[in-house]
């Protein structure tokens, strides 16, 4: 509500401003110049810069806000004092004072904005305005308490809103009030209410109200057309947008209730005026933004509606095919191109359905999605409950602890018929990459449930999934895949996750699991011939393979030590494929699952020790084999290690508690490769070369000799100690010589000790203390020659390696 004062006010105003700020300049020089002439140090005073100066401080509100706040507040005002005595005074006065009053205070509210526009106080006319507006609801409120208490007041209600619309519209529009902008929204405002609390007043039910709702909303999108840009088209769209919701909802929620074809067809007339209203504001608006939206919401009212009338007389599971259909045929409908141009849709409307048919479809394909999850993850359920007995059919084999879904029974159709409009019909650049892949996996996802569907016999479930791995996995090797439409990997995927669907689903019975493995490892196997193919394919079968192994030792009634030894056939052949595989990755990936199965075998053979130094020596001759490649020597110490626990584990079920048994079968290999690594590379110092493999040996003997009661092993590990000390004084190596030494001085002392304790015995208590002070004289007399002695050695061990 901003005042604009015509021009000669305004020239008026500007020149009072004009004249306060020069004579408030004339007052502040001639203050200035008495300061000069009081302070003569100031004489010449620096001028301060403007920079230094503090931004003046601007008002908090401008004039025009803080008239429009005054005058919102005096509408406000008086509005509330006008429903105090509406309500409060009015019963003092008789028909008279009654009839004047709202007579004069009505008329003159209304008639006050006329001169208020006269004379250019716009805003002032604004806020009167309003409160003859208010007064007016004030006036129909009053009229029905007093002279129409007897009507019924949604009916009055009606009738008044219908008066008050009216009126206020022919208010706005009176070529004086034109320029007021709050007649005009009000009175849309009011002409939401006339036909909904007619259609309540009337009883005229559910069905009534909502048609009332959509007739109201549809009024609403015929002014926001027309309209102008302003209050009128925003007022006209908020009731457009919020009523219209309103009423599709209950439209919606009663065609979804409706008990008959009677009650659908009424809901669906309702559901397509909706359709109806929301098409012609898209086709009018269709370069506007939200065109788009209003023909999405078009599609979806659509199927909703003809759905609807065969919802009451369908089977639950053929109302989504039906809703499907209709969603198709929007596509179609936007696909029509070659119609003439007066009746062809806008492309903003054919992008809105297009867009609604792709909801349709992909809430049917959501729909759909638990049949296939549950005849994939279901027979996990029998992994419980191996080899229990054969399943009478498709429907028990793929439940087994899941519950039933008779409800979607249809869900392979609604697959197959998603996966056909994605194959055909999707062509945009963006999306057909991304439908030649969706297609198939529907395709597959409709092909596995139609078993389940159709109750198959078990021993058919099976062929099925058999033959659904075989065929993806030819696909995936000889189908000339293009870069759009993702290669073979989707078809792979694929295979291998109806492949575990299939190991589940074939355990029920030992000749189902048996056969399943086989012919799955086969499979796979085969593939992994293909290049294209490996990466996948060798896990695939050598997981399959080591799952063969176990069920054909099972089968066998073998013990799971037994089977272990069969189990190591996947790791032996998955270090020969490694080794003839020409993609290091591929020879990763075999050499990893086969360990895998390596570990199997060993966990397997873990209750009886002979059987598992047996593992153990077979998964070291597999590792030493892998050795051999020059690309593979790190093998070499697993191997090692595999080896050495192998004959820990078979001289501890012997009972050899000596750990010589345990540490020299380790320590001799381990020097074997210290001597070989440093001739292969004279610079490896002896520590990495021969520290471990001494270590392994000479440090738990030295530690069994201290507790040794015999003199057996002692005198053994003297003589090892010194001719490893020998060794290394030989050929100047660092790590035997003072391990041997080492251990032959701490093995020395051990075998001197009960001596020196007896001679400790027959000394007297002063002797070691003097025996110590001697020592240190001799140390200090003899200091600098020592410490040239101890360099000496230092730097002839430094040389040593």
Request: net charge positive.
């Amino acid at each position: 509500m901003t005042h604009v004062p015509p021009p000669a006010e305004e020239l008026r105003l500007i020149d009072t401003e004009l004249w306060q700020l020069d004579a408030r300049r004339a007052q502040l020089l001639a203050r200035r110049a008495w300061l000069v002439a009081r302070l003569p140090s100031l004489s010449h005073p620096s001028p301060v810069p403007p920079t230094a100066l503090p931004p003046p401080r601007g008002p908090e509100a401008t004039a025009p806000r803080v008239q429009n706040v005054l005058l919102l507040l005096g509408g406000l005002l008086l509005t509330i004092a006008a429903i105090a005595f509406t309500l409060v005074s009015w019963g003092h006065l008789g028909i008279a004072g009654r009839s004047l009053v709202l007579g004069a205070v009505t008329v003159a509210a209304l008639a006050a904005p006329l001169p208020l526009l006269g004379r250019g106080l716009r805003s002032t006319a604004e806020a009167v305005a309003g409160l003859a507006l208010a007064l007016t609801v004030l006036d129909a409120y009053a009229l029905h308490a007093v002279a129409l208490t007897g009507v019924d007041p949604a009916g009055y209600a009606a009738g008044a809103s219908a008066v008050l619309a009216a009126v206020w519209t022919g208010y706005g529009l009176v070529p004086r009030t034109r320029t007021l902008r709050l007649p005009l929204p009000t009175a849309l405002t009011a002409a939401q209410l006339p036909l909904l609390l007619g259609a309540v007043a009337a009883d005229a039910g559910r069905y009534g109200i909502t048609g009332a709702l959509l007739v109201t909303a549809a009024c609403d999108t015929a002014v926001a057309l027309r309209a102008p840009a302003g209050p009128v088209r925003i007022t006209a769209t908020v009731g457009a947008y919020g009523v219209g919701a309103w009423g599709v909802l209950g439209a919606a929620w009663l065609s979804w209730t409706a008990d008959g074809p009677g009650a659908a067809t009424l809901a669906a007339v309702l559901l397509l005026f909706a359709a109806g209203t929301a098409l012609a504001a898209a086709w009018r608006g269709r370069a506007a933004g939200h065109a788009v939206g209003l023909s999405l919401a078009v599609g979806l009212l659509v199927v909703a509606a003809l759905g609807g009338i065969v919802h009451p007389v369908l089977p639950v599971a053929w109302l989504v095919p039906a809703h499907l259909v209709l969603g198709i045929g929007l596509l179609a409908a936007a696909r029509a191109v070659r119609l003439p141009e007066p009746v062809r849709l806008p492309k903003p409307v054919r992008h809105g359905l297009v867009l609604a048919s792709a909801a349709v479809q992909g809430l049917a394909v959501l729909w759909a999605l638990p049949l296939p999850a549950l005849t994939l993850l279901g027979p996990a359920g029998w992994a419980a409950r191996i080899w229990s007995g054969t399943p009478d059919g498709a429907r028990e084999a793929v439940s087994a602890d899941a519950p039933w879904l008779p409800q979607l029974l249809t869900a392979p159709l609604v697959l197959i018929a998603v996966a056909a409009v994605l194959a055909f019909a999707v062509r945009a650049t963006t999306w057909r990459p991304r439908a030649l892949v969706g297609a198939p996996a529907l395709g597959w996802s409709a092909l596995m449930a139609v078993p389940v569907v159709l109750d198959a016999p078990y021993p058919a479930v099976l062929v099925v999934e058999l033959l659904a791995t075989a065929a993806l996995l030819a696909a995936a090797s000889w189908w000339p895949w293009t870069t759009e439409s993702g290669g073979p990997l989707p078809a792979l995927v694929l295979a291998l996750v109806t492949s575990v669907s299939l190991a589940f689903l074939s355990l029920p019975t030992r000749s189902a699991t048996v056969g399943v493995l086989a012919a799955l490892t086969v499979l796979f196997g085969a593939a992994s011939l293909v290049r294209r193919l490996v990466t996948l394919a060798v896990p695939a079968a050598l997981g399959y393979g080591t799952a063969l192994a176990c069920a054909l030792g099972a089968a066998a009634g073998w013990a799971p030590e037994h089977t272990a030894l069969l189990v190591l056939v996947v790791p032996a052949v998955a270090a020969l494929f490694a080794a003839r595989a020409t993609d290091a990755r591929t020879a990763v990936v075999a050499e990893v699952t086969g360990a895998a199965a390596g570990l199997l075998a060993i966990g397997l053979a873990v209750g009886d020790p002979p059987m598992l130094s047996l593992t153990l020596s077979l998964s070291a001759v597999i590792a030493a084999g892998t050795a051999v490649r020059a690309d593979r020597r790190p093998a070499a110490y697993a191997a090692t290690a595999l080896f050495a626990l192998a004959a820990w584990v078979r001289l501890a079920a012997w009972g050899v508690t000596a750990p010589e048994a345990y540490t020299v079968p380790a320590s001799l290999p381990a020097l074997l490769i210290g001597v070989l690594r440093r001739r292969r590379d004279p610079r490896v110092s002896s520590w990495v070369a021969y520290g471990p493999g001494l270590a392994a040996t000479l440090l738990p003997s030295l530690a069994a000799a201290w507790t040794d009661v015999h003199a057996t092993r002692p005198w053994l590990l003297g003589a090892a100690a010194l001719l490893v000390t020998l060794v290394g004084a030989r050929h100047q190596l660092r790590a035997p010589l003072l391990l041997g030494g080492g251990v032959l001085v701490l093995d020395a002392l051990h075998e001197l000790a009960p001596y020196l304790v007896q001679i400790a015995g027959f000394l007297p208590r002063w002797a070691p203390p003097a025996l110590a002070g001697l020592l240190l004289l001799a140390v200090g007399a003899t200091y600098e020659r020592r410490l040239r002695d101890v360099r000496r050695v230092r730097d002839v061990l430094g040389r040593m390696s």
